[in-house]
């Protein structure tokens, strides 16, 4: 993006076939490749209406989002390393990919946050022993997806409620 653009500009977005209006602090973060933030979260979810709402609440919040499918996400890490990767556990090969992330030097910082279905608390302890640091329930998930991604992208320690929650609902 070229200095061109100003506060309110809009954009077509082909992935959901709407306008959506940028905000100018995002734009400047990409323009001056600020790696605090800047596509410092990425989303590996499938789900298109939770994706959704991934989406409206970090554009709420001004924290730009990646999408990457599970599928792709080792070779994304090889070009880039975000701050954070959220993953649906529920996912095929979710606990693979967590062990590979967390058994690469280069890559093993990162952290990796995940939800899944409440039910499932077999796979929620073999996602934190691959390496998963934040394993909640979907609905917890959900709850405190704004304060989530807001700590994921400031690279901020999880506050105590998040971190409390995810082990309760579990």
Known sequence: MSGGISEGAVFESATIGRTAKLECRQVVLRQ???SNLADSVWMAVEDLIFRAKIGETARRLGIPLRWVALSQLQQALAEQKP???VLDLNQPAAIETIRAVKSEAATREVRVAGFLS?????LGRAAHAAGCDVV??????????????????ENRKLTEP???RAADDL
Do not use: N, T, W, Y
Request: hydrophobic share 45%; aromatic share 4%; glycine share 4%.
């Open 32 to 34: 001056k490749g600020d």
């Open 83 to 85: 701050s954070a990767i």
């Open 118 to 122: 409440h039910v499932d608390a077999e």
């Open 136 to 153: 909640m329930a979907r609905s917890a998930f959900s709850q405190q997806l704004p304060r989530l991604i807001r700590e994921l992208a």
């Open 162 to 164: 998040v971190a409390r």
